[in-house]
C-alpha cells in the first residue's frame, strides 16, 4: 500500500508597507510564498506549484501577485 497525497506549505518571505488594495490603509503586508509538492509516504518530492501573494495585516486581505512583482518587493 503507497500513500499518496500532496502537501501546501506557505514561507513568508518579508513584511513591507504598502498601501491595500481592499481597505485603503497604510500598512504592513506579508509577502509570501505558497508551493505545493506532492508526497509519497509524507516525504515531500518535488514543487509542482509556486505562487505568490500578499496580505494586509489591517483588513486581513489576501491577494496573489505574480512572481517578477514578488522579487521586485523582496528585493
Same mark, same amino acid.
Given at each position: 500500500?503507497?500513500?499518496?497525497?500532496?502537501?501546501?506549505?506557505?514561507?513568508?518571505?518579508?513584511?513591507?508597507?504598502?498601501?491595500?488594495?481592499?481597505?485603503?490603509?497604510?500598512?504592513?503586508?506579508?509577502?509570501?510564498?505558497? &508551493?505545493?509538492?506532492?508526497?509519497? /509516504?509524507?516525504?515531500?518530492?518535488?514543487? +509542482? #506549484?509556486?505562487? &505568490?501573494?500578499?496580505?494586509?495585516? /489591517?483588513?486581513?486581505?489576501?491577494?496573489? +501577485? #505574480?512572481?517578477?512583482?514578488?522579487?521586485?518587493?523582496?528585493?
Amino acid at each position: 500500500m503507497v500513500i499518496f497525497g500532496w502537501r501546501t506549505t506557505i514561507q513568508q518571505l518579508r513584511m513591507v508597507q504598502l498601501v491595500c488594495g481592499h481597505c485603503h490603509h497604510q500598512s504592513a503586508h506579508n509577502l509570501f510564498r505558497r &508551493y505545493t509538492k506532492p508526497t509519497i /509516504f509524507f516525504i515531500p518530492l518535488f514543487t +509542482i #506549484s509556486s505562487k &505568490y501573494g500578499l496580505q494586509c495585516t /489591517f483588513c486581513g486581505a489576501s491577494y496573489d +501577485i #505574480s512572481k517578477m512583482h514578488a522579487h521586485q518587493l523582496a528585493g
